[in-house]
Nanobody, 124 residues
């Protein structure tokens, strides 16, 4: 089992920045990569970014150039730095991790472990 705890959400004005953190604990040796997803009210969950422990990363087109995913291997923590935030970035952001998969994925069904979510609200 892997436990994921997100932090860092909040309310910010458009154009501002936030940094989300996701601390992983438990059987983290099975988590070759980790990802961030988000879900806005009335919308489906969508992929935001993912990173492997070797540093390879993927981004959704909607956040490329504005968001940066990074990881601290020693702390088993993944970060999502969000810059130039837009109102359409408003959502609950979830950290997620796979169970033993070794190919980075953008599909939510490839992730078995999920955090509780953290709210990000961007005002216009």
């Amino acid at each position: 089992q892997v436990q994921l705890v997100e932090s860092g959400g909040g309310l910010v004005q458009a154009g501002g920045s936030l940094r989300l953190s996701c601390a992983a604990s438990g059987r983290t040796s099975s988590t070759y990569f980790m990802g961030w997803f988000r879900q806005a009210p009335g919308k489906a969950r969508e992929f935001v970014a993912a990173i492997t422990w070797t540093g390879m990363s993927l981004y959704a087109d909607s956040v490329k150039g504005r968001f940066t995913i990074s990881r601290d291997y020693a702390k088993n923590t993944v970060y999502l730095q969000m810059n130039r935030l837009k109102p359409e970035d408003t959502a609950v952001y979830y950290c997620a991790a796979p169970d033993g998969r070794d190919t980075i994925s953008v599909g939510g069904n490839e992730y078995e472990y999920w955090g509780q979510g953290t709210q990000v609200t961007v005002s216009s």
